[in-house]
């Protein structure tokens, strides 16, 4: 299948204003998904930025960390390690509590999922205010792993997330630079 290019792939995302809450300008990923040219073209992109971090696991939050996440997982030749909302894991868990743009959360990880010195890499859809990314650097590192680097579909650069993730390396396949 032939890429498509970035300015394609972003044109797929649709900006929904005010939504979930007025003053919110919400980037609707969907339509990435329902293109199989979308879709490919993401993973591949995620994939090419990632692979020189030698991964052996990729992190990711549900609910849309786990659309991505395992394809370029696989791609990557790394395993795929699941962050759940509180009660969903079954075994033993780590937990830390984060804020979002719009709320307060909580995410889980099976506390034997990543061993001591794993190479992790910390994926999502989407780098906002990077609540649910530094989340899951605390998770990884709670864990006794290293965050080689992190990884997204689309950084909304003006809300300076990447700032809550000083010190570990962070690439987005697309970015806005305004709301
Ligand atoms: O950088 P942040 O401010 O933390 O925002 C980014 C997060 O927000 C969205 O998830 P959301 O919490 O809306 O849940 P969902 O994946 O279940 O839709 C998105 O998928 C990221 O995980
Ligand atoms: N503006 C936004 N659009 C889509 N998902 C989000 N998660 C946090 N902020 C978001």
Avoid: N, Q, W
């Amino acid at each position: 299948m032939t890429t498509m290019s970035t300015t394609d792939l972003r044109a797929l995302i649709r900006d929904v204003p005010d939504f979930p809450k007025p003053g919110v300008g919400f980037r609707d990923i969907t339509p990435v998904l329902a293109s199989p040219e979308g879709f490919h073209a993401a993973v591949s992109g995620l994939t090419e930025l990632s692979r020189e971090y030698r991964p052996d696991h990729v992190i990711a939050a549900e609910a849309r960390g786990f659309l991505f996440g395992p394809a370029v997982a696989a791609e990557l030749g790394a395993g795929f390690v699941l962050a759940r909302k509180p009660g969903k894991l079954p075994r033993e868990t780590v937990s830390v509590e984060y804020s979002l743009e719009y709320g307060v959360d909580r995410l889980e990880v099976h506390t034997e999922a990543i061993g001591p010195g794993a190479r992790v890499l910390v994926h999502d859809d989407l780098l906002a205010t990077g609540g649910t990314a530094r989340a899951l650097c605390e998770l990884v590192e709670a864990a006794g792993g290293e965050v080689v680097a992190c990884a997204f579909l689309l950084e909304l650069a003006f809300l300076d997330g990447r700032e809550r993730l000083a010190g570990r390396p962070v690439h987005a396949l697309l970015r806005d630079d305004a709301e």
